[in-house]
């Protein structure tokens, strides 16, 4: 703590997000800046502005000088020193974006209505705004991007625990990995009545639970490791079905398909399961690691190159009968209250 305030009295401590201190190190330290998707993450921006709240900073007790300059998302932030290995010296950094933010400008998503989901370890749902909107369904507000001072506002769903489900529980099965796990999940028709809610880290969004934990629950004397694994990826639909559903309340607009990016795209049962769940056809994106795509596409837009429009991948529709479908959301629906209404653990 003393070496932090000497370093403050000496004006050489710096703070800031990941991107600010990769900018950091790519420029030489000549630049300290981020973009207002990125500081939206610290809390302590403000989202009307897109610059430091000198408020939040205060009670936060941050000196506001040691922050990154925040930018608009397209700036040219600086150019590289060449001190990298493999990187020459004198490219422009002309894009920083969040990663969720950058999936969606790779999906080309700007106007609300269409909405992104990104499935990997954890999953975050977004959708752009007309102009800023408070959720009253449990969404988190946030700023998409800033091109050339223009913000574009959007409402957010992040699940602490989706894809990493399955990982969790491929290994309490005994199998090697995520892949075993779906194949296994593919030997059965349906679950047989298992649900599997992987609130393994508590419940985000819309539920927002800390308290919770995860629960299979509808076992018989029928079941077999191939229902819990086929209930896994169900309840991983359930999850993003759940923040669809709040967005959709939030906007007052119908989704019609779901742009889906990520590496659990390639997992087509996974992405059958989100389209019978959600009762909605699901767009893969050609390219699964759609951010780094998405932060490409906005710096060659800022430099005024041509940028085509991303290319898709697989889509899958729903295949479900819709009364099955309205009983695993019932079913589901108890779980998450059961889920959320467990007794507080003890300290024995």
Partial sequence: MCRKRALHAQGRLRAGTVDSWLLWNLTGGTAHATDSSNAARTQLLNLDTGQWDTDLTDWFGVPLEILPQVRASDSLFGVTCGSISGLPAGIPVHAIMGDSHAALFGHDIDAPGR???????????????????????????????NRGGAITYALEGNIAVSGHA?????????LPNTDTLTRLAETVPDSDGVTVLPALAGLGAP???????????????????AHIARATLEGIAHQICDVL???????????????????????ALLVQQIADICDRPVQCAAVAELSAFGAARLAASSLGLSVPAPKTGLRVCPAMHPAR????????????????????????
């Fill in 245 to 267: 559903e709040a967005i959709e309340t939030d906007l007052g607009v119908p989704v019609d398909v779901i742009h889906a990016d990520g590496g659990a795209t390639r997992n």
């Fill in 207 to 225: 539920h927002w639970g800390a308290a919770a934990r995860g629960l299979i629950a509808g076992l018989s004397l029928a079941t077999r490791p």
């Fill in 166 to 174: 399955a990982a969790f529980v491929s290994q309490m099965l005994g």
């Fill in 115 to 145: 909405i992104k989901v990104t499935l990997g370890t954890g999953s975050s749902l977004m959708c752009p705004t007309e102009s800023r909107k408070s959720s009253a369904n449990g969404m988190s507000e946030t700023i998409a991007w």
């Fill in 325 to 348: 479908r309205t009983q695993l959301r019932s079913v589901w629906q108890l779980s998450i209250l059961q889920s959320l209404l467990r007794p507080a653990p003890t300290n024995a």
